[in-house]
Nanobody
């Protein structure tokens, strides 16, 4: 069993920055790829970024160049640094753990999820 807890969300103006953090219980890293997803009101949960067990990183095109995913194996956290935020980034952001062989952009393939953290970007 893996427990994930996100933090760091909030209200920010367009052009601003936020850093989200996902704290994982147990021996998560090395067993799971970790992903960040987001869900805006009335929309499906969508892939944002992922880091594989070997440290390879992938981003959605919409956030490439603005978001950075990092992993701290000592603290058992995976962070999402977000810059140049726009109102279109407004969503609940979720951290997920994927037990498959590499990584996935499909949210239904993730085994564990955190409760989410709200990010609101005002114009």
């Amino acid at each position: 069993q893996v427990q994930l807890v996100e933090s760091g969300g909030g209200l920010v103006q367009a052009g601003g920055s936020l850093r989200l953090s996902c704290a994982a219980s147990g021996r998560t890293f090395g067993r799971y790829a970790m992903g960040w997803f987001r869900q805006a009101p009335g929309k499906e949960r969508e892939f944002v970024a992922a880091i594989t067990r070997s440290g390879n990183i992938y981003y959605a095109d919409s956030v490439k160049g603005r978001f950075t995913i990092t992993q701290d194996n000592v603290k058992n956290t995976v962070d999402l640094q977000m810059i140049s935020l726009t109102p279109e980034d407004t969503a609940v952001y979720y951290c997920g753990a994927y037990s498959g062989s590499y990584y996935s952009r499909r949210q239904y393939e993730y085994s564990f999820w955190g409760q989410g953290t709200q990010v609101t970007v005002s114009s």
